[in-house]
């Protein structure tokens, strides 16, 4: 229950000039600490991604909510490389954030800085918390605004266009939508994929990472495995492979995975509270260990436990395991597999996906009412990690997936996914029409 006097529907759906007329705060610096919000608690959400936009949404009738995003914007991530084929898909994608906060403050910079009461930002804004939500996903250099972000579109799509050859570097999640997205409203294009490993979408299955590179190689995709590129020093044209190959491209793509976005938390109280790659460790509330008052949500944290394993670690044990078997004369190969897939639940890192960054914001949204309207620590709500599925769109029209006990590719997953990447839906989320 919220604090404010508003409608019940107000956390649901925002309410179009209620309140204050959010202001998106930019240069204006202010040196002195920012205080507002009369009696209500003050709550600072940095990052205004996937999981941190949900938030500041669902909060800002029940507290003086300030969203720090490094642009005035968020995006719809799953959207984006449609919209390099399509720029007007964009549209819908990037939707300033005061289009859904309507009773919060936006500060548009980066937080470089916080100490236990305050949050500091790159253009001087120095924002006073009592509690500090910190959702800042993995790096990424994104335009500042809406209108260049979607100039941006506009120029990769042109690129696309106008080459002969697309080189794709990284065969993640990311770099096999992309070649899906080409291949398919571009068949005439040459697509070539390299990847630093030894199968396509290492995050899931193997049965999912061959039938992904099945479909690609049948649409004449070429993908080129245990090869990487040095992308500073790549240029268009003629670019190196790191065994010494030449692929000649007209344009080419960075789809490989980005960095955790916590190194401006080095520095702070919390610098003991990142793991050695950079995730902050978080306990079973979603609350960075140690610190009542601060949550940690999102990519950048340490969650165990994921239905789909951290493959490579896993495939390593697999292997292993596999050959300890067949040394014992066990010939039960599929069957192990799976059992090894179920066990790898309670090993390893959550899959670092967008509806599990909407999970991780619905639990701290129910925290953070219960902790500002004065509820007790024994009833805090707990995450509970749950078995994962993975789709990745080919193209408009087709998907290959990965269910528990099934992994599939084609039309059927692609009718849950590949038409409208399900933008419609993330916007209704945050209370906005789905076709607008
Ligand atoms: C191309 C692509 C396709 C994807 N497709 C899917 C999909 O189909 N399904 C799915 O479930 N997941 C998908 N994902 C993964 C999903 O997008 C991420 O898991 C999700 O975005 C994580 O949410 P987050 O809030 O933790 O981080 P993000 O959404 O990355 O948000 C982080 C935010 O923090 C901001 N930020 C960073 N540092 C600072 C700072 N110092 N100060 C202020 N702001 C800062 C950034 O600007 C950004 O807005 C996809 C990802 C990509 C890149």
Redesign the pocket.
């Known amino acids: 229950m919220c604090l404010t006097k508003t409608p019940p529907s107000d956390t649901e759906r925002p309410l179009r000039g209620f309140s204050s007329i959010p202001q998106v705060q930019t240069h204006e610096g202010n040196l002195g600490m920012e205080e507002s919000g009369g009696n209500k608690k003050r709550v600072v959400i940095?990052?205004?991604?996937?999981?941190?936009a949900l938030v500041a949404r669902s909060l800002q009738f029940c507290a003086d909510v300030v969203l720090?995003?490094?642009?005035e914007y968020f995006e719809i991530?799953?959207g984006?490389?449609r919209a390099m084929v399509e720029p007007s898909f964009a549209e819908r994608t990037v939707i300033n954030h005061s289009d859904y906060l309507t009773n919060a403050r936006i500060v548009a910079s980066?937080?470089t800085d916080i100490t236990k009461s305050k949050v500091v930002t790159e253009d001087g804004h120095s924002l006073a918390y009592d509690y500090l939500v910190i959702?800042?996903?993995?790096m990424?250099t994104v335009p500042r605004t809406r209108a260049e972000r979607l100039s941006q579109y506009q120029a990769e799509s042109k690129k696309i266009k106008s080459a002969d050859t697309v080189l794709i570097v990284g065969g993640g999640?990311?770099g096999v939508?992309l070649a899906g997205e080409i291949i398919v409203d571009y068949p005439e294009k040459k697509v070539v994929l390299v990847h630093r490993g030894l199968r396509l979408l290492e995050f899931i299955g193997f049965k999912a990472s061959q039938k992904a590179l099945d479909w690609l190689t049948s649409k004449n995709v070429q993908v080129i495995f245990d090869r990487s590129i040095h992308l500073d020093k790549a240029s268009d044209g003629a670019i190196q492979t790191s065994a010494g190959e030449t692929i000649k491209a007209d344009c080419h793509f960075d789809c490989t995975g980005k960095q955790m976005?916590s190194s401006?938390l080095k520095e702070t109280f919390l610098k003991d509270s990142l793991d050695l790659r950079g995730r902050l460790m978080v306990d079973e509330n979603l609350r960075v260990r140690g610190h009542k008052n601060v949550f940690g949500i999102?990519?950048?944290t340490d969650i165990k436990n994921g239905g789909i394993c951290n493959a490579k670690k896993a495939d390593g044990i697999f292997h292993s395991k596999k050959l300890d078997l067949i040394g014992s004369g066990i010939t039960t190969i599929p069957l192990y597999y799976s059992l090894f897939h179920m066990i790898s639940l309670s090993m390893y890192q959550e899959i670092?996906?967008?509806?599990l960054?909407q999970k991780h914001a619905h639990v701290t949204v129910k925290n953070l009412k219960l902790l500002l309207t004065g509820g007790k620590e024994s009833d805090l709500f707990t995450y509970k990690t749950s078995i994962n599925v993975a789709i990745v769109s080919l193209g408009r029209k087709e998907a290959v997936a990965q269910f528990p006990f099934l992994t599939c590719i084609g039309r059927m997953p692609g009718l849950m996914k590949s038409g409208d990447l399900f933008v419609g839906k993330t916007r209704k989320q945050l209370g906005l029409k789905p076709d607008q």
Do not use: R
Not at 46 to 52: E, L, N, S, Y
Not at 352 to 355: E, I, N
């Open positions: 940095v990052g205004g991604g996937v999981a941190g720090v995003d490094q642009k991530p799953w984006s490389l980066s937080a959702a800042t996903g993995h990424d999640p990311t939508e976005g401006w999102g990519d950048i670092k996906q967008g509806y960054a």
